[in-house]
């Protein structure tokens, strides 16, 4: 287990590292492969156990749960939770939260209020390149991108399936069911599968 906040390790048994500086930051890392590393302004926490967590600028948090798993919160007041084996998240920007709970999933949340999350196995969810915009994944083997635009929204409830939004403000996609694929592009299109 390794513990730092402000600048010194507080705690060092085992393998694991950490580091953290800053007013208010504070690094936890615990197990074989664990690293937690709260850098680069104030206000950071940065949490790993059997993975890596980093969070850097200000207010930002990274936690990561499972072997493999990486979780990168950069920028200002941006959350990044990566729990199962392999999974990745990062949140990038500012007020971005990117959330992972499967296996070797990923999800990725740019730029400024954008949320990306992921619910189930080899499944990716990306909102970026805009603001306000949400991918959500339920299942497995699924994708969901809400992008190049603001306030776009791609949802997939099945495994298999993918949804966009993208390329404009206002689009919202749902893929309801399993093998569905769907896209929203313009301003304030709606399209649905099945």
Known sequence: ?????????RVQAGSANCFAEG??????ARGVGGAAYAVGGTQNRA??????????????????????SWAE?????????ATGYYAVA??????NTA???GDRSRAFAQ???????????????????GTGNTATVLGDGSTANA??????????????????ASGGDGNTAIAADDSCVVEATGTGATATCP
């Open 1 to 9: 287990m390794c513990v730092a906040t402000n600048g010194e390790v």
């Open 23 to 28: 007013r208010g930051s504070v690094a936890v």
């Open 47 to 68: 949490m790993a156990a059997g993975g890596y967590a980093l969070a850097s600028g200000e207010a930002n948090v990274a936690t990561a749960t499972g072997e493999g």
């Open 73 to 81: 919160a950069a920028g200002t007041g941006n959350t990044a939770t």
């Open 90 to 95: 990062t949140a990038l920007g500012m007020a």
């Open 99 to 101: 959330t992972v709970h």
């Open 111 to 129: 730029g400024a209020d954008n949320t990306a999350t992921v619910t189930g196995d080899d499944s990716a969810a990306r909102a970026s390149d």
């Open 147 to 164: 992008l190049n635009g603001n306030d776009n929204t791609a949802i997939v409830r099945g495994s298999g399936s993918e949804a966009l």
